[in-house]
């Protein structure tokens, strides 16, 4: 498969509110969101993981695009079961839900703002869960170069903590990734 430079600058572009119109650059955005959807269906599951740390590294993105990547449109409108463990403003989105299938679910945690009042949700953590084992280790190393980080190894994960970046750890094992964000880099989008 041919690689791909995807443009993600969309992740973290805010609406500019124009009266009785549309906001040209939010227009022009919407091809490249679309571009990337559809990467994120069909391309290596190295890569999709690729383009999630590449959207946090620098800068802390829009978790709408990753909350909906990965949906397969023909499935049918259904009432998703959530785990019991997730709370109330978190996402999960099962296999049967995605167009992928090397991915068992997809959970975004969210923390909502509500103590300012501002109605504001933030990402705290994505992961993906695999339907067969993987090794991405050197997929994430080579992803956050040219950001400090330290890397620890447990029994069964690997964590990558990362220093100035909206990510401030990486947690991964043969089945499951996790990317943990720096609520210090959060930043509300409208």
Same mark, same amino acid.
């Given at each position: ?29 919407? =091809? ?6 559809? /990467?994120?269906?069909?391309? $290596? ?10 959207? !946090? ?8 695009? !990753?909350?909906?990547?990965? !949906? ?8 998703? /079961? ?16 995605? =167009? ?24 705290? /953590? ?14 994430? $190393? ?10 620890? $190894? ?8 990362? /220093? ?24 509300? !989008?409208?």
């Amino acid at each position: 498969m041919k690689e791909q430079n995807i443009n993600l600058d969309f992740l973290y572009y805010q609406r500019k509110l124009i009266l009785d119109g549309v906001d040209p650059k939010e227009e022009e955005y919407k =091809s490249v969101a679309r571009i990337f959807e559809n /990467e994120m269906k069909k391309c $290596e599951l190295s890569k999709a993981v690729q383009l999630i740390i590449l959207g !946090y590294k620098e800068k802390y993105a829009q978790h709408k695009f !990753y909350g909906g990547c990965f !949906y397969e449109v023909k499935t049918p409108m259904v009432d998703t /079961e959530y785990p019991d463990y997730l709370g109330p403003n978190d996402f999960y989105m099962p296999k049967q839900e995605m =167009s992928r299938r090397d991915i068992e679910h997809l959970i975004l945690r969210i923390f909502k703002d509500d103590y300012e009042k501002t109605n504001t949700r933030y990402l705290q /953590e994505l992961e993906l869960m695999f339907t067969e084992p993987q090794d991405l280790n050197d997929v994430i $190393e080579k992803t956050l170069k040219d950001k400090e980080f330290s890397k620890k $190894e447990s029994y069964k994960s690997t964590f990558f903590i990362v /220093e100035d970046s909206p990510i401030s750890e990486i947690e991964v094992s043969s089945k499951k990734f996790i990317m943990r964000t720096n609520s210090d880099k959060w930043k509300a !989008y409208y």
